[in-house]
């Protein structure tokens, strides 16, 4: 019973685990992870520029060094669920802790590799120690956000870590061209080191108490070590929900790849740019409208959030958050593709070329539109496996984009760049079609299949 002395706006049990941590204490935790955030997409993006290089050094060819590209995708499947399967049960400070030397010797692996075999190996190393990064991060903004705060927070996270696109094509072409790429994967290794170390002093325990499965162990041992299945975070998507939502990103994530894998021999060739830097600057477009975009579509989302909370008096839709991804979905990301195509095929010059990296940009901020809102329903919907699911979307979305990888440069090669983009866009489309029927039905698809989906009171 509420009675005169009773506060107005009563706090529950469940919102005071979100007070554990002042805002300073967030901003905070929000910059730390952002630094292992921002790992996974830069160790990816400065690779790619010196592809060519690497190729001369190996005595290779591009199509063989490429296939690097693709064991990455897959090192950052594996490592994103294995990862969140052990973050769930000793927490995500340790799990912080133990990536960082994989990635270290990973990368000093990479600099001494003299043949394409050790390079393929130390590879696969490096992008497993970095690759649980983003789900590890968006996991922790789960743990100590709320519903209605999460997309915001989200965003900035994502944008931090997505500077590593914007940012790490120019310094893999510059360190390339003028210094060397043995020399940048050393840096690499350091700088993981010296992020260990930070994590390490001022990093927190952030997961809900009593939570991790060691918490629940009773004769716990001085360095207690077991097996937790890392696939079992697959089983999430068995859910029509969260199956839909991984496949709908992945459609449309596969329009950032086929215009960034292949752009030394697209927009390179056709421009005439045979510069490693300055083909590394040609990417900066693109990670800028990554950058830019992701704080963008995360408050947003939150605002679609809080909009459709007071149209339904409380009462919460978790598909709401979904509609902030139609003018990604179905404007920028298709017209973005089409455009390029178009213009690679038959606009030269310095015209064509800026056009050319207008359209990159605006492929950056669709795909964001997109994958955001995304990212943030996961963690809405099953917010007690926060981790798990986010690390189980990104495997299934990186197998697909894997696989979508291996066909770029035969499509270029069989058809050309104007029809593979404009598959590309039909493809982003289609995505755009599976968001709107998990909007449409989604409480008839979580109904169908519970995985412990979060309600109101929980989340």
Known sequence: MVSEESPLLATTPHELIYKRFTPDQKRWILFLISLPGFLPTFVSATFVPSIPQIAKDLNSTHADVSLTVSLSILASAVGALVWAAYSSFYGRRLIYLWGMPFLCVGSCGVALSTSLHSLLFWRFVQTFGSAGGISLGAGVIGDIYKLEERGAAGGVFFGATLLGLAIAPFIGGAASQYWSWRNLHYSIGAWSLLEMLLLYISFPETSHPGTLGIDKVNHRRWIHITWVNPVSSLWL?????????????????????????????TIGVRYGITNEAIIGACFLPNGLGNFLGAPFTGRLSDIVVRRWLKKRKGVWYPEDRLKATWVGGLCLVPLSMIASGLLTTYVGGPIGLALNLLCLFTNGMGVNFVLNP?????????????????????????????????????????????????????LAVIGQGIVFLTIRYGDRMRASVDVGFSTMENN
């Open 237 to 265: 998507l068995r859910s029509p929900n969260l199956f839909a939502a991984m496949f709908a990103s992945s459609l449309v994530l596969i329009s950032d790849f086929v215009l960034l894998v292949p752009l030394a021999y």
């Open 374 to 426: 995304i990212g943030s329903y996961n963690v809405d919907v099953v917010h007690s496996r926060s981790v798990e699911v986010i690390a189980a979307c990104s495997a299934g979305r990186l197998l697909i984009v894997s696989a979508a990888t291996t066909l770029i440069i035969r499509s270029i090669e069989h058809l050309d760049v104007a029809w593979t983009d404009t598959i590309a866009a039909v």
